[in-house]
C-alpha cells in the first residue's frame, strides 16, 4: 500500500446554506472533540492541553471566515463549489515511512 492516501470528504456545488451547513457543522465537530480531549487529558491525566487550546482557536477562526463566505455568497446570490481532501500518511514514531 502506498504511504500517502488521499480521500475525497466534500465534493459538490451547493447553495450557500448547504454549504455553510455543511463545512459548519465539520468544524463544531472538530472543535467539540478537542473540548473533550482537553477535558479528559487535563482533569483524567493532568496532562498539557496548549495544544488543543491552540487548535480550538484556530478552528473559530476558521468558522468565522467561512460565516463571512457564506453572507458573501448569499449577498451576491452565489452558489459555492466545495472540494474537501484528506491526505493520510503513514508514520512510525512521528517519523514518515518512505515506500
Known amino acids: 500500500m502506498e504511504n ?11 447553495a450557500p446554506s448547504e454549504a455553510g451547513k455543511i463545512l459548519s457543522d465539520l468544524i463544531s ?9 482537553q477535558f ?12 488543543s487550546k491552540k487548535r ?8 468565522n471566515a467561512l460565516k463571512t463566505i457564506i453572507e458573501y455568497a448569499v449577498n451576491n446570490q ?6 474537501g481532501f484528506i491526505e493520510i500518511k ?3 514514531d512521528e517519523t514518515e515511512i518512505v515506500p
Not at 465537530?29 to 480531549?37: A, D, F, M, Q, S
Not at 480550538?56 to 468558522?63: F, Q, S, V
Open 29 to 37: 465537530r472538530k472543535i467539540n472533540y478537542h473540548k473533550l480531549e
Open 40 to 51: 479528559s487529558n487535563k482533569e483524567r491525566f493532568s496532562k498539557d492541553i496548549s495544544n
Open 90 to 92: 503513514y508514520l512510525t
Open 4 to 14: 500517502i492516501q488521499h480521500l475525497t470528504l466534500v465534493e459538490g456545488t451547493f
Open 56 to 63: 480550538i482557536e484556530r478552528l473559530k477562526i476558521t468558522k
Open 78 to 83: 452565489y452558489q459555492l463549489q466545495v472540494n
